[in-house]
């Protein structure tokens, strides 16, 4: 594990900007790619030079965007039968799609915007967005609107604590050691977000009576 977040690292720094907008937009479709392993290195090498705050934060939205947007018209494309029959090869089994759609449904707009922000949840929220046809002008820009925030998150992560380090590179035991660390941070801060979106939600809903 060690080793493979300082190849990672590595990575990321010869890719450069097009390599960033690849990697996030396989992390937001079915590729199991965590962004966290993606950002906060570019994120670094943007603090020692190599590339900017601002294109990291571009260049990782963007990504989403369009990994985001293939999914959702390869879900409306496809239908929901084909999905339910396929979906467990693309690590989207009949009961998690049923409980995303569920999810979309009820929470629409924000829904796919908190869902940015939540592990796994992300990679495939295009899915039951897509098999609802939710208008994708507005699937669009609540993807883009969390994406960026979740990006942004990620390379402030990235850049102000890791990069104050510019030596941790050349030591992938410490490297490694720090983002476990410090991870948190980011982890509690989605968990933070979600739980208050869910909560007024839950405050506000109509009862099921009402709203059949």
């Known amino acids: 594990m060690e080793q493979g977040v300082s190849i990672w690292f590595q990575w990321v720094h010869d890719w450069g900007y097009p390599g960033i907008v690849l990697l996030m937009a396989m992390e937001s479709s079915v590729f199991p790619i965590p962004s966290e392993i993606i950002i906060?290195?570019?994120?670094?090498?943007?603090?020692?030079?190599?590339?900017?705050?601002?294109?990291?934060?571009?260049?990782?939205?963007?990504?989403?965007?369009?990994?985001?947007?293939?999914?959702?018209?390869?879900?409306?494309?496809l239908g929901r039968p084909l999905l339910l029959l396929y979906g467990?090869?693309?690590?989207?089994?009949?009961?998690?799609?049923?409980?995303?759609?569920?999810?979309?449904?009820?929470?629409?707009?924000?829904g796919v915007f908190f869902a940015r922000l939540v592990p796994v949840v992300r990679?495939?929220?295009?899915?039951?967005?897509?098999?609802?046809?939710?208008?994708?002008?507005?699937?669009?820009?609540?993807?883009?609107?969390?994406?960026?925030?979740?990006?942004?998150?990620?390379?402030?992560?990235?850049g102000n604590l890791l990069g104050d380090q510019p030596d941790l590179i050349k030591n992938p035991t410490l490297l490694f050691q720090v983002m476990r660390d410090r991870s948190y941070l980011?982890?509690?801060?989605?968990?933070a977000l979600c739980a208050?979106?869910?909560?007024?939600?839950?405050?506000?809903?109509?009862?099921?009576?009402?709203a059949s």
């Not at 046809?133 to 990006?151: H, N």
């Open 88 to 110: 467990k090869y693309i690590f989207c089994p009949e009961d998690k799609l049923v409980r995303a759609e569920r999810w979309v449904a009820r929470y629409e707009a924000g």
């Open 196 to 210: 208050l979106y869910i909560l007024m939600m839950r405050l506000t809903a109509k009862p099921a009576s009402s």
């Open 186 to 191: 980011v982890g509690g801060f989605a968990v």
């Open 40 to 77: 906060p290195p570019a994120a670094y090498w943007a603090a020692q030079g190599r590339y900017s705050f601002a294109g990291v934060v571009l260049a990782g939205t963007l990504g989403s965007y369009l990994g985001a947007a293939a999914t959702y018209w390869v879900a409306r494309w």
């Open 123 to 158: 990679h495939v929220i295009g899915i039951p967005a897509g098999l609802i046809r939710m208008p994708f002008g507005l699937y669009s820009l609540m993807t883009v609107i969390g994406a960026g925030l979740w990006c942004w998150v990620l390379a402030w992560f990235g």
